[in-house]
């Protein structure tokens, strides 16, 4: 079975630095993809990791080790706006396979 | 502007009629999927189609129906709604092999 683990909510002051961790045990992997969901709207990419390392686009970077099925994403110089839920997502197999996603983490940013 | 375009946006209906929500992308991208979205369970597939004619069943496809009869649309059939389906509906679209999905704005259906 496929099953993607990501803590359900976090709270972090504006100005600070927070990091959403995300397990994942799938039959395969194919890459694993954030996305940024305000209430109520829809999810927005944020970052894709296929091979292990650390990615950075802006205030955001995202990190993969597959050989520990972890990732975690990095929010830097938190904003107001950053409130919202991040989910991590896994395609599980080659070709453009359905991705798995978590449940989503609730962050909320307070001043 | 690139976009997956859903409506309605929101819609209640009663037990038993028969609704479509449509999606409809204009990005000429392969792949079109649905989920639906629930409090505490996140993001869940209900169908997928990899092209024209060719779809397949996600994780909960129960009291839905597909088609992709052309490629930009991809409509979702409730044939009899029921309670349990309210929820978050989303419509996405990926080129094959793409790195990212776009998603449509959501419709939330309430059955009652």
């Known amino acids: ?111 | 502007e690139a976009q997956v375009t859903q409506n309605p946006r929101y819609l209640i209906t009663v037990t038993g009629k028969k609704l479509t929500v449509t999606c409809s992308q204009n990005m000429n991208h392969e792949y079109m999927s649905w989920y639906r979205q629930d409090p505490g369970l996140g993001l869940r597939q209900i169908y997928y189609s990899m092209n024209v004619e060719v779809t397949d069943k996600g994780d909960v496809p129960e009291g839905y129906k597909v088609s992709r009869k052309e490629k930009r649309n991809f409509p979702l059939i409730l044939e009899s709604p029921s309670p349990n389906q309210t929820s978050l509906y989303f419509c996405a679209s990926s080129s094959l092999g793409g790195t990212r999905a776009f998603f449509g704005q959501g419709t939330r259906l309430t059955v009652v």
């Open chain 1, 1 to 111: 079975g496929q099953n993607i683990d990501q803590p359900t909510e976090m709270t972090a002051t504006e100005g600070a630095i927070v990091q959403i961790n995300c397990t994942y045990q799938t039959s395969g992997f194919n890459g694993l993809f954030w996305y940024q969901q305000h209430a109520g709207e829809a999810p927005t990419f944020l970052s894709y990791n296929v091979l292990d390392g650390l990615e950075e686009k802006g205030r955001f970077s995202s990190f993969l080790s597959r050989s520990k099925g972890y990732s975690y994403l990095l929010l830097k110089e938190l904003q107001m706006k950053d409130s919202a839920s991040y989910l991590c997502a896994v395609r599980a197999h080659s070709g453009n396979t359905p991705l798995v996603f978590g449940k989503g983490t609730r962050l909320s940013v307070i001043a």
